[in-house]
């Protein structure tokens, strides 16, 4: 007879390239496992197809709604429980992608918030995609809890897109200007940021391999802890899973659900 795994439950991985499935390296890391079944299972769907998020928030690029869908469907199938996706521009698509799977989600940009909250900071620097820095959904979600957000200037704002796009995405990291970017980093602490929001999958390869030693939140991080937490069994994991409508204070047409931090 098998050993089962002490897990109730199986996530399903939403990503958008290779390059990103670093974060399922961190939920191997952020597991206290002795053996292959004290593992949570992971089904993963690496789903290439999914249009960039920036160009359909920004340029009226294809919308990138139907393949998230594809994907949810697609690990629904495959027998996922829960879903997880590490993409932080793609969590701008998150209720529309609630509104067409039955799976919960966690929603990765709330886990960050709620952590950053228990912290006790009091100002971080946002580093992300133009299209995360325009939709302003980090500064909702920080600013409700009195957390104040420092952006990057326009040139830097710009060196940081380089680094994610013509570096990490384009496999070369030697195109990253380290010292301008640390200029940037620089400037947005002597505004008064305590830290940094790593709010692109991108940027936490970006900060190691570029051996910048500033203080951090990595959202992919905390969202492979909080996904561990929430694959055991415990019933005061699983009742944070909350009716959509509830939590959208009865915004019409929204149904599904959405996990917020323990």
């Avoid at 050993?3 to 191997?28: C, Q």
């Avoid at 980090?138 to 809890?145: I, P, Q, T």
């Avoid at 415990?234 to 047409?253: E, F, M, R, Y």
């Amino acid at each position: 007879m098998g050993v089962e795994s002490r897990y109730g439950l199986k996530f399903g991985y939403m990503d958008h390239g290779p390059r990103n499935l670093i974060t399922f390296e961190k939920i191997i890391r952020a597991t206290d496992a002795a053996r292959d079944q004290d593992f949570p299972h992971v089904i993963v769907d690496c789903n290439t197809d999914i249009p960039d998020r920036t160009a359909a928030i920004l340029m009226g690029g294809e919308d990138p709604v139907p393949q998230l869908v594809r994907s949810a469907n697609t690990l629904a199938a495959a027998g996922a429980d829960v879903l997880i996706m590490p993409c932080n521009t793609a969590h701008w698509f998150y209720d529309d992608l609630c509104l067409r799977t039955h799976l919960p989600v966690l929603h990765m940009l709330r886990l960050t918030a709620d952590h950053l909250e228990r912290t006790g900071v009091n100002a971080v620097g946002l580093l992300a995609t133009d299209g995360t820095i325009q939709t302003g959904i980090y500064e909702n979600l920080l600013s409700g809890r009195g957390i104040r957000v420092i952006k990057p200037d326009a040139p830097g704002q710009r060196r940081v897109m380089s680094a994610i796009y013509d570096g990490v995405k384009a496999g070369n990291l030697g195109a990253i200007d380290v010292a301008a970017l640390r200029c940037t980093l620089d400037a947005m602490i002597a505004q008064g940021a305590e830290c940094f929001v790593l709010g692109c999958t991108e940027l936490p390869i970006v900060f190691a391999q570029c051996e910048l030693p500033y203080p951090v939140a990595d959202p992919t991080q905390i969202l492979a802890e909080a996904a561990v937490s929430f694959a055991s069994s415990s019933p005061a994991h699983k009742s944070v899973i909350t009716d959509l409508n509830t939590a959208l204070d009865g915004v019409a047409g929204k149904t599904g659900t959405v996990i917020t931090a323990d």
